[in-house]
């Protein structure tokens, strides 16, 4: 995990500014770099995660053409969990409270492979990254009587989720195992939500986004049914997609809104509390995800 050191002096008017404090995970594409703009605009303090330098200094151009100097980038792959535990302490060693953790980042993968640290590449990234960043920044959160946002997805709808299904690296079907891990994001957030004694936990659709960097691993008939669809004109396609500036304004919602202080355990589709797909609501299948979890991340 590498950092940028934050701006030392802030170019907004105090009295424009947020008390806000707000880590958005994957902001240097799509839902999660218009979420931080947003934010930015709106006066809080942005802490800003990439995997990539290139992209997290473009980023800061971006945010710095908002008018905000309170904002930080930093860098770690999702794909080995020692990276989001160092981007944790860095996080949790600069700032004594986090009002919302915006969980975002999020990949789909066509291959089956395992990481460097023997997991299935998809729930890594997707799921175990944002449970290890959580319960490590879990009392910064609590401090502020803050909010955990999760990116899900209505893919999830889809999934035949079975635990025994997450190390599966053969017979591996990309399109399954997203769906399961963004499954895994709302059974997460509802229990969540029963563990947190000081903070709210929600988790969201963000609307399907064919113009995001999300489908860049996909198989090549997908990439160019994703390419055909951004490139129409969007009284075509408003109906059945959305922009990554619409899919923030959910996040952003669920990150700020007085509306939604004390919501929590909730899946939105927009700005509306939906029905999640039946099995999420099984307690007992939501506790056994946080303890296979635990014991994941315990080995790695
Ligand atoms: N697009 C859709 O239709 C759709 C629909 C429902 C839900 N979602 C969810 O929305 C969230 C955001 O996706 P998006 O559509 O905005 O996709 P995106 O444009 O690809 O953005 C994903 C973000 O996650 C980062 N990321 C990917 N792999 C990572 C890794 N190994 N380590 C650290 N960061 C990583 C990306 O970094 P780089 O910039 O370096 O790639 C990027 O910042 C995801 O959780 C996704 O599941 C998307």
């Not at 050191?5 to 707000?22: C, F, G, I, K, L």
């Not at 989001?84 to 980042?105: I, S």
């Not at 709210?200 to 609307?207: E, I, L, R």
Request: include cysteine; hydrophobic fraction near 40%.
């Amino acid at each position: 995990m590498s950092s940028r050191p934050p701006r030392e002096q802030s170019n907004s008017p105090d009295e424009n500014r947020s008390a806000s404090t707000v880590l958005v995970t994957g902001a240097t594409d799509g839902v999660g770099r218009a979420t931080a703009l947003e934010l930015a605009r709106r006066g809080a303090t942005v802490i800003a995660h990439g995997r990539s330098d290139a992209k997290a200094q473009s980023l800061e151009s971006a945010l710095a053409a908002t008018g905000t100097a309170d904002y930080e980038t930093v860098i770690a792959d999702f794909t080995e969990l020692d990276d989001v535990r160092e981007l944790a302490d860095h996080v949790a060693f600069r700032y004594d409270r986090l009002d919302a953790l915006v969980n975002n980042a999020g990949a789909f993968f066509e291959s089956g492979e395992l990481t460097a640290e023997g997991v299935e590449r998809t729930i890594a990234v997707n799921h175990l990254a944002p449970f290890v960043l959580t319960d490590r920044l879990r009392d910064r959160i609590e401090a502020a009587n803050g909010r955990v946002v999760t990116t899900a997805s209505a893919i999830h709808h889809r999934a035949e989720f079975a635990i025994a299904d997450l190390e599966t690296t053969t017979d591996y079907d990309g399109m399954d195992a997203y769906a399961r891990s963004k499954f895994a994001n709302v059974l997460f957030t509802y229990q969540l939500a029963e563990r947190l004694d000081r903070a709210t936990a929600n988790c969201f659709h963000p609307g399907f986004i064919p113009s995001s960097g999300l489908y860049r691993n996909a198989s090549l008939p997908v990439r160019l049914f994703m390419a055909v669809l951004s490139a129409l004109p969007s009284v075509l396609t408003d109906r059945f997609t959305a922009s990554a500036e619409a899919g923030a304004e959910t996040a952003v919602y669920l990150a700020t809104s007085g509306e939604v202080a004390d919501v929590t355990g909730q899946y939105f589709d927009g700005t509306e509390s939906a029905e999640s797909a039946p099995k999420t609501y099984d307690e007992a299948l939501q506790q056994r995800l946080w303890e296979w979890s635990e014991s994941v991340v315990a080995d790695v």
